[in-house]
């Protein structure tokens, strides 16, 4: 076989072959220097072979860059993976298209006790009978330590040994599919980890004096890093059978080229898709509000698939919590469920208090509804507030389930984070592992600072490096059965099939759709339209009433109570419902 590396840093490169342990040298092979800042050799590495590269007339090993598995860690020697040798079954999966779709959002090492992806094979029963179509993995690459959210990540190309690597990753993905369900892999190409990152060592994947938000910028410029990160992506699809990405934080990419990468993802992704014969999708999040990221090529866009609605999260949350600082502020606006519902965007161009700016565009009437990804919690809402607390935590049974109403009815493509379907009372906190004593410490220590600047008590926020802090994250299975849990995971399996059964919940286009907000006694009353379908969810202290389409009856009811009389739906305060006439 042909090894290739891009070591244009390098006066000299040797591929180190080891035993088995990984701690002994069997030979080192010379590599050529090639064109371009490429050093190539034909060897042959066996399955599971141990071997990493020396640069210069040094001794140390440095992991492979496109190492497909790190059994001893990102700082150790890698092992070589052949994806061919893998029996797939799902030689028969046709895919799914993220229209009408349910995204669920889970983080590997806390969705089960195990914190493993065969143990996570076990509860797929869980997410088909939700009426879940998309499972969406938080990063699963490598990263030093053991648990950590997966943002951390240093080696692209591998799958975290704890999770069980790159074979049980390949698992996942063929029972998932048996399952009916797609898989949505979480990458992160704007930034790399603070421990095990020796590209740089290799060549200039960083951007010289250009930072954002987690450290040194990706350098887009260079031909060989935009390969590296548009192969990782055609890998996942391509060798994991793996049917869409979550590109994480693309304003973070900065690029001024005429083709920015992302739109040459979704170009060789489509192309991809059109090889396979199967939906693949790409979906980013953004704080840009700029619709071109979905719009098509052929109208000047990127042509990715959908974009994550911020928005519409600090909307519905606003609206179930009351919580009113920081960017939540201007939501508060009694418009912004009218225009985030009708809309998309709430920030179309318009001043943002928390920016000191204007922000954002709107979007064309044009673009489908579903190619916005709209959620009432995620990893991030709820890891990055000081104590990683959900909105299970503080709210009734009644706020619980109006948010399920609102996220399950509204225009986007809904998304739910694992446990809130049950309303799960753990928490999902920020967990590290780094095994380094001073960047534990200053991770600590600036995770305090961060929250003393917001206002919060110092006191409630968890130790990040603390065993026990990854340990409560972990979902706790014995709740779906409980009582109040049980109904409330009863109510989302109702209204997942509610959408799959009314054709007004995933109308891709705008026609029909109208919203309101009015203010009543004690809180405000939310009605949603679409078509003669009407979700009306009343979070006021007094009974609402808003008036349905002839023939129509309730589809669904969240409190006793509720009467449709006349052509009048009636909800008690706390309640919501669904009305339309019968298909």
């Known amino acids: 076989m042909s090894i290739e590396l891009w070591a244009p840093k390098a006066q000299r490169v040797r591929l180190r072959r080891l035993d088995e342990s990984g701690s002994n040298v069997v030979e080192d092979v010379e590599l050529a220097a090639e064109a371009g800042g490429w050093w190539g050799t034909d060897v042959s590495l066996a399955d599971g072979e141990r071997y990493g590269f020396v640069l210069g007339d ?31 079954t799902d030689a028969a999966w046709t895919g799914r298209q993220l229209a009408g779709g349910l995204i669920y959002e889970l983080h590997l090492g806390t ?47 591998t799958v975290h040994e704890a999770y ?88 973070a990419l900065l690029d001024e080229r005429p083709v920015h990468v992302l739109q040459e993802i979704a170009e060789r992704t489509d192309a991809l898709s059109a090889h396979r014969g199967i939906p693949l999708t790409t979906i980013a999040e953004s704080d840009m509000n700029d619709p071109k990221l979905i ?11 959908a974009q994550w609605s911020d928005d519409w999260h600090h909307t519905a949350h606003v609206a179930l919590t ?22 998309g965007f709430f920030h179309d161009g318009t001043y943002s208090s928390f920016r000191g700016s204007a922000h954002g565009y709107p979007i064309p009437a044009q673009v489908p509804n579903w190619r916005l990804v709209t959620f009432a919690q995620d990893h991030d809402q709820i890891g990055n507030r000081a104590a990683g607390d959900r909105i299970s935590q503080s709210l009734p049974f009644d706020r619980l389930a109006a948010a399920a109403v609102l996220t399950l009815t509204a225009p986007g493509t809904p998304m ?47 130790d990040p490096q603390d065993l026990e802090t990854f340990q409560r994250s972990k979902l706790d299975w014995a709740e779906p059965a409980a009582d109040g849990h049980a109904e409330l995971l009863a109510l989302y399996r109702e209204l997942a099939k509610l959408r799959r059964e009314r054709p007004e919940l995933t ?38 009433a808003v008036p ?36």
Do not use: C
């Open 295 to 305: 719009l098509p090529r052929e109208a000047g866009g990127y042509g990715l698939t």
């Open 507 to 544: 109308d891709p286009s705008r026609h029909g759709l109208s919203a309101r907000a009015l203010e009543a006694a004690g809180g405000r009353v939310y009605e949603l339209h679409r078509g003669d379908l009407v979700v009306l969810v009343n979070l006021s202290n007094a009974e609402a």
């Open 416 to 462: 739910l984070f694992m446990g809130e379907e049950w309303g799960a009372t753990t928490p999902w906190q920020f967990f590290t592992s780094h095994p380094e004593p001073e960047l534990g410490e200053a991770t600590a220590k600036g995770r305090v600072e961060e929250f003393e600047k917001m206002g919060w008590d110092e006191s409630v926020v968890p």
């Open 548 to 583: 349905v389409a002839s023939g129509a009856g309730v589809l669904l009811a969240t409190v006793d109570g509720t009467v449709l009389e006349d052509g009048l739906l009636t909800v008690p305060a706390g309640g919501a419902a669904i009305a339309a006439p019968a298909l």
């Open 111 to 157: 969705f089960t006790p195990e914190g493993t992806l065969d143990a996570a094979i076990g509860r797929l029963d869980h997410l088909v009978d939700l009426g879940v179509t998309h499972v969406e993995l938080l990063p699963v690459n490598g990263f030093n330590g053991v648990w950590n959210w997966g943002y951390d990540g240093v080696l692209w190309y």
């Open 322 to 343: 009351g919580e009113t600082i920081g960017y939540y502020e201007d939501f508060a606006a009694i418009e912004a469920f009218e225009k985030v519902s009708e809309g």
């Open 164 to 251: 069980g690597g790159p074979a049980a990753y390949q698992r996942f993905v063929d029972a998932a599919h048996a399952a009916g369900l797609a898989v949505v892999q979480d990458v992160v190409y704007n930034h790399l980890g603070p421990s095990g990152n020796y590209l740089p060592e290799f060549g200039p994947y960083l951007r010289e004096g250009s930072r954002n938000t987690w450290g040194d910028s990706i350098n887009l410029d260079e031909d060989a890093v935009r390969s590296y990160i548009v192969e990782n992506a055609l890998m996942w699809m391509r060798d994991h059978h793996v049917d869409g990405l979550r590109l994480d934080a693309v304003h």
């Open 58 to 88: 040094g001794d140390d090993l440095r992991p492979d860059p496109r190492s497909r598995r790190q059994p001893a860690g990102v700082h150790e020697a890698s092992a070589w993976f052949d994806p061919s040798t893998f029996s797939w």
